[in-house]
């Protein structure tokens, strides 16, 4: 017997799978649950770990190499 139709929803009993919820606290600061807002303070805030990073970087390198400038 085959039949045919424009959309078809299975729904799945997760019982089945015995799969234990997740804690939610271990996810909800992943960038891919953040908000627009969120997202945006966490740019900020490592742009600047990345500003303090590239100043140790050239603190700790000026004094073995010499930088040309044109």
Partial sequence: MRTSFKEWIKV???????IDPSDEDLFKSHYSMLSISQLSVAIDSLDAKVDVKVADLDRNTN??????KK
């Fill in 12 to 18: 799945f009993d997760l019982k089945e799978f015995e």
């Fill in 63 to 68: 004094q073995f190499f010499y930088k040309y």
